[in-house]
């Protein structure tokens, strides 16, 4: 057995030297006083000959038991401070991928529009290259841990956080999430897969997901939504709106405040866009994108606006040519689009389609069988009661599951909900 996790960061030796510092630091102080007072009171027991001395202070003896413990207390808390600033330093080179919780699974989306999700899923990243995790939770606060990089984060609805690892060492690595969630938040386990930087690319390029990118999506939605009316793309060019050249990690002034802009910055401009009116620029001129975009799709702008300039260029030029017409849904028949919602929608993280148990039923088969629920009643799972499940989950759980799903109620249209029945009653 391991006491101490595999040391595979940049960081981890340091961060192992300070941890080890604390707790030598604990167990001097806790053996010398535990230690005196039990002493003390075997020898001076009550009615015992040897009696206390009567002492009226010692200024030497307080000087240093107040000096002392005060600087050591200062030493490690500048190492404390200077770690963290080294554990959330974040290369400008990095590889920046997203991070998303929910219960109970997490999710990992790459640049190029790669994902991996569900039971165990695998966050593949090359040695020796920094990484950038932007973590976030679609329900409930989770945690997002790597003992190995000894990094560890708060996964936060509606929030953007951080995480930055060099990973040091090929290997698999244990992920956890280490906030509590729920009735399976043990089970809400990852693998980091650490990579030499050729095999990575291999793997990043392989299976050319059903995806599509956040680059991708969210300069869709740039056009479709209208953005570029008023914010341009070029160097200064400026329109209604600022333009988005050169936006990462700018300063702005808003109010009279200086603001760096970041993804949390750009989230909250989109939603409540009129608290954020930069300095020269009208207010009141920007709708609010509040309950417009569905939680993927707010991702993918934010991710669009901050990163086209970074962006591979193939990406965009894929934008303007084949990829177009490969997110024209219309042309997919409704079992290939209820596919790409299966994915989106995240049903995959709890539906197999093996045959397997996750947390929901698999969805193999399951078109037309007979379905026994926890109160002792049972159906024909037809296309009524599929369509029940998704908008009302709850309501009837088939015996060995718990009520663990999101009602998906006005989340989608009626078409896309059609699709998604029509998806399932394909997987025979
Ligand atoms: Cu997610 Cu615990």
Redesign the pocket.
Known sequence: MKIVPDKASTIANFFDAVNLGVFLASLFFTVAICGTMVWFAFKYKAGRQTQTPRIYGNNTLEIIWTVVPTVVVIILGILGVYLREKMFEIQPNSLTINVV?W??AWEFQYPNGKKTSGQNAELVVPLGHPVKLIVTSRDVL??FFIPAMRVKQDAVPGQYKYLTFTPTKVGEFPVF??????TR?SL?LARLKVVPEQEFKVWLESKPSTQVSPVFLGRKLYSDLGCNACHSLKEGERLVGPSFYGLKGSVREIKGQKVEVDENYVRESILYPNQFVVEGFQANVMPSYLGRLSDEELDALVYFVLNFLEAPSEELVKVSLEQEEKMDLASLSPVERGKILYEQKACIGCHSLDGSKLVGPSFKNLYGSQRKFQDGTSAIADEEYLKASILYPNKNIVEGYVAAMPSYEGQLSDEELNDIIEFIKAQK
């Open positions: 919780g219960k109970w989770h945690s999430c280490t906030e509590y969630c729920g938040h809400m």
